[in-house]
């Protein structure tokens, strides 16, 4: 990946929109979405959480300060963090885990809740930074 992409995938990882990323690195949208577009390629991933994930097990993404550990993460929640960090879908988490898709949305949405976040690629960073998830091996999700 270039320094560029890097440095969008960075900002993606910090929860900002394709629009907020664009506005904050002075490039157009489609811009934005051509480097998505070449980061998604690059690292075989499945959609910008998978990437993020990738990019830690890889340490290529940004090194920005760690967050602490949050101990009311259930372990089921971490389970779903890990399917989303694997690039699955609702859909494919819940059949993994066989419970229903909206069980798997209310897990986000209190993921997002104690992580303090508002994405999934923006979660699967957090996990990463707090330790919730960690590096094994040099593959993710595959």
Not at 98 to 118: F, N, P
Request: proline share 1%; net charge positive.
């Amino acid at each position: 990946m270039t320094d560029r992409e890097i440095q969008v995938l960075s900002l993606i990882a910090d929860g900002l929109t394709n629009e907020e990323v664009a506005h904050r690195l002075g490039i157009a949208r489609h811009t934005v979405k051509s480097h998505m577009s070449h980061i998604l390629d690059a690292l075989g991933a499945l959609n910008s959480a998978h990437a993020v994930a990738i990019a830690h097990c890889r340490g290529q993404i940004e090194q920005r300060r760690d967050i602490p550990w949050n101990s009311e993460v259930s372990h089921r929640e971490v389970q779903v963090l890990e399917g989303v960090a694997g690039g699955m879908t609702d859909l494919q988490i819940s059949r993994k885990l066989w419970v229903s898709q909206h069980t798997i949305k209310s897990h986000l949405r209190r993921i997002y809740g104690k992580l303090g976040v508002c994405s999934r690629a923006q979660a699967v960073d957090a996990a990463f930074r707090s330790g919730l998830l960690v590096v094994r091996g040099s593959r993710v999700g595959r």
